[in-house]
């Protein structure tokens, strides 16, 4: 199994735990990831307000570099998938766009053909959970997990189709699979508010602490994420959001390659948790 990884910039910069856990659990997990060559920012959700005609651009250059690979992408970011996936979309249904956007990728020397397919790291886990078959040398007996998805990985549901938006269980089964035991909670589906930080900072941090705070009383040890932009926003600004929100709650936030990588029989020190901010020394294993 091989993909062109797309690490998106926050794998590259301020969760670089994430993407020390993502290349060790997938070499564990005899999956082969190739970076790819010379990739530059997907926009981060926001370049297709400013200017969309780039924003399709960039995504396709990133898509056309992959394509001459010959293999497809996989992402560890939800909003990385999105904008990947959401380009793919829009120039696959449009030829005259496609076209328009393959003369902007001429004067590079890259053409967008469409024939790479885009994935995230939960979707390929979740699609053959026989990869986990045999390598869960410490199961999370006992561990109570709340499995947070965040928006971008399901929203809008006609471009990030992999299951139902209203009621995915990917991240639940995963979390089964490593011995641990899922906890349903209400925010699980809620944006963390990642994006509109600069611009609604209180209601942000209100969001913040309630997602953390509805976790805990749902019983949860700790909550995973397989949006490294959403456990950023859940740990780093989780003091801030329990002083918003009147909570007392506290929760290790793991990335989704962290709590395999527990499971697989690593030490937190190998996976980066060490890195993280909050409730770091709940995590037993």
Known sequence: MRYALFPGCVLRGAASEAFLATVKVTEALGIDLVEIPEWTCCGASHMQDVDELTSLAINARNLAIAES????????CNTCT???RRA???LDSDPELKAKVNEILAAG???????????HLLWVL????????????????????AGYYGCHLLRPPTVMNYE???????LEKIIGLLGAQAVDFDYKLKCC???????AEKDVMQVTGKTVDNAAKAGADLLVTPCPLCQMQLDMYQPEGREAAN????????????????????????LGIQRHISAVDKIRF
């Open 88 to 90: 793919k979309a829009a």
């Open 69 to 76: 690979m010959g293999l497809p992408v996989m992402t560890v």
């Open 193 to 199: 508010g990642f994006h509109a930080f600069w611009t």
């Open 247 to 270: 909570s007392k709650a506290e929760l290790p936030i793991l990335h989704l390659p962290q709590l395999i990588g527990l499971a697989l029989g690593m030490k937190k020190e190998e």
């Open 164 to 170: 139902d938006a209203l009621n995915p269980r990917s």
């Open 109 to 119: 020397g890259y053409e967008y053909k469409g024939t790479s397919e885009v994935t």
């Open 126 to 145: 979740a699609s053959n959970p026989g990869l986990l078959d045999g390598k869960v040398a410490q199961p999370l007996n006992g561990l109570k997990v």
């Open 82 to 84: 999105l904008q990947l």
